[in-house]
């Protein structure tokens, strides 16, 4: 059963692909049919495309049906969302699911941005939530597909094959992100996460000693090009397919609204910064500007792995529960892991 979690954003999930799928794949093809001086402002102006399909789209997508149920208290629209997004067939048990958790959140009103930042309750939560976001844009992927050029000319590819060599490196960036959907129920999200970051600051390492000795020996490039393509696998499993479960599951649906505000912004200060600062390191720092974000997937891994809890399969209480252990100490934890009952538990299980 899909959880009702990964629901919660289906009406603004296209909101959302922006912020964590690179539009590689399209600027490359752009260029190839637009790419030229008198039809450059139609390539610049393609980018507003997925933005329209998006806009256009969206009023045919249903409302969440946790929001419809909880929010709402609308329950024939909640089903019919159901019925929408699952096909035909007896929901009842995700009906009651719901049911349970807006019996957990009853006496739980809705928080403003201000309100959660200040909340006592979700400060571990917003510290994942601050360093999966700024892991995602300052993970180095950005740096990878710069460099890609430069790499495939010193590999000697023939110039023209060099845009669809590096097209290449974006759809081999939207396959491993689907084949991430897969591996999540198997292996978890926090897996995923510092396991993720772990290959990914492997292959930094790897691919800064490369780039460094390329000149002094001519095979050296081709392993750079391996690199690449390991790297940009190793994002979409990991970071680029399971941040949005986390941020989901780790907000019940009072705190959802405001952390994806929350969400949104860290997004694109991170890519503004980005933006800014990345011509300046690497006019200095050359290849060696992957130590940067290596130091950050390495901090980044280790955090995960200590203070983020599994939320595969887990209900919202049993979540709240393992981070109320960090928000408040063990004395704490016991009395209010006390105050809810067992039957009011929802599952996230995908």
């Known amino acids: 059963m899909e959880s009702e979690q990964s629901l919660s954003l289906r009406k603004s999930s296209s909101a959302f692909i922006p912020l ?36 256009v789209t969206l009023p045919f997508f249903p409302d969440s049906p946790s929001y419809l149920l909880i929010q709402k208290g609308n329950e024939e629209a909640c089903r019919k969302a159901i019925r929408k997004l699952w096909g035909e067939g007896d929901h009842q048990a995700e009906i009651d699911d719901i049911m349970k958790e807006k019996g957990a959140m009853a006496s739980t009103k809705t928080l403003r941005v201000l309100e959660v930042i200040k909340e ?7 510290y994942i939530l601050m360093t999966v976001m700024t892991t995602l844009q300052l993970c180095g992927i950005n ?31 939207c396959l491993s992100s689907i084949l991430c959907s897969t591996l999540i129920d198997r292996f978890g999200r926090k897996v995923l996460l510092w396991g993720g970051y772990s290959l990914m600051c492997s ?29 940009v696998v190793f994002y979409g499993i990991g970071p680029s397919g399971a941040t949005i479960s986390v941020m989901v599951e780790i907000f019940s649906q009072s705190y959802r609204p405001s952390a994806f505000l929350i969400v949104g912004c860290i997004n694109w200060m991170g890519l503004f910064v980005l933006g800014m600062i990345f011509p ?29 809890p599994e939320t595969k399969g887990k209900s919202i209480m049993e979540i709240k529960a393992e981070f109320n252990k960090l928000n408040f100490g063990k004395k704490e934890t016991s009395v209010t892991e006390n105050n809810f009952p067992k039957e009011q538990l929802s599952c996230t299980k995908l």
């Open 203 to 231: 292959v930094l390492a790897l691919l800064t000693m490369t780039l460094s000795l390329q000149h002094r020996f001519f095979w050296m490039h081709y392993f750079s090009v391996i690199l690449i393509f390991l790297f």
């Open 20 to 55: 964590f799928q690179h539009d590689f794949v399209s600027h490359t093809l752009s260029r190839e049919i637009l790419g030229s001086e008198a039809l450059w402002p139609w390539l610049l102006a393609s980018s507003g495309l997925s933005a329209l399909v998006q806009l």
């Open 280 to 308: 300046v390191i690497v006019d200095n720092l050359g290849p060696f500007c992957f130590l940067i974000f290596l130091g950050i997937l390495a901090l980044s891994a280790i955090f995960i792995y200590l203070y983020l």
């Open 143 to 173: 740096a990878i597909y710069f460099y890609s050029f430069e790499v495939f000319h010193t590999a000697k590819f023939e110039e023209y094959l060099i845009p669809y060599v590096s097209l290449g490196v974006g759809l081999c960036e």
């Open 120 to 126: 006592r309750s979700l400060r571990w939560q917003l």
